[in-house]
């Protein structure tokens, strides 16, 4: 029997992008099917790039994904079928209003249902096409248009989703019903639907990740399982005059003198403290300290 968490819904082999002062890649990584992966990572890291690439907007110097299994690639129809993409900004042009969006998303793709999409902008209590007065795209709030954009998204029945920043223009409120749309999302076809978003602040969509990628200066530095992933590291804290000897085994952290806190990789804070028998409050790490850790490796602050 096939482990579920091995299967993979997209594979990135060698994906390289370059520019003047900046090269994403080269970069390896898999999703699991059926699950909600987060692309974290700290502004500038290659997030945007990442999922543009991946949704089709831009192509890769070299390397490439392939989505579902090993034949099917971004230029064709039927990939671009089954996969949502969607922008964090400007993902329609912005003279655009909610009826021309309907009109477009409905010529486009044969999974758009246009009564589903009237249906999640009431829900998201954004206009929907039979309002008397239509705003276009750029009278509307950052938030608005976000919301706009996750209707359209939702309203076309694909297997993988891939969206840059969702929640970064949200409300504290939409975010939560962010997440219980992702959950509904998942069990239309419990096991064959697929997430995978970009965010540089996980803390508000924590409780619906369950695989992460992290990102810094353009390559992946940590990939797994949340549960895994919290498994593998330990938050730990302490006293202050131990700063200098437990510095060595953090991968990192900060020092306020009467106290210091940081991340470590468990086994190897095991292993020192069996040496050293310093005092030490060792817990299992929230995904946002786990982000915060990883983004920081080896930059202490004291």
Known sequence: MTDIKS???????????????????????????????ALIGANG??????????????????????YFD??????????????????????????????????????????????????????????TEHDKKLKKLQKMSDGNKMRTYLAALFARDCDL????EPGSSLDPAFRDKLCDEFRAFLLRQEGEKTIFFSTHNIADMENVTDYAVFMDDGKVIEKGFVDVL???????????????????VLISGTNRHDSFCG??????????????????????????????GLLETGEFNE
């Not at 003279?95 to 309907?102: G, V």
């Not at 989703?161 to 840059?164: A, G």
């Open 7 to 37: 299967v993979p819904a997209m594979q990135v082999h060698g994906l390289t992008k370059k520019y003047s002062k900046f090269t994403l890649g080269p970069i390896d990584f898999s999703i699991p099917k059926g699950f909600t992966t």
């Open 45 to 66: 890291a290659g997030k945007t790039t990442m999922i543009d690439i991946l949704g089709g907007v831009y192509k890769p110097n070299d390397g490439g994904a392939v």
């Open 70 to 127: 090993e034949n099917m690639t971004i230029d064709k129809a039927e990939t671009r079928e089954r996969i949502g993409y969607c922008s964090a900004t400007d993902f329609f042009p912005l003279t655009w209003n909610i009826k021309n969006i309907a009109m477009v998303m409905e010529a486009s793709w044969d999974s758009f249902d246009r009564k589903k999409f009237e249906s999640y902008c009431t829900k998201f209590k954004i206009e």
């Open 161 to 164: 989703l891939i969206m840059d």
């Open 230 to 248: 919290k498994d593998k590291y330990c938050s730990v804290r302490g006293n202050g005059n131990d700063w200098e000897a437990i510095a060595k």
């Open 263 to 292: 991340l470590a990789i468990k086994s190897e804070l095991e292993a020192f403290n069996a040496i050293h028998k310093i005092e030490l409050a060792a817990e299992e790490p929230t995904l946002q300290e786990l982000s915060i």
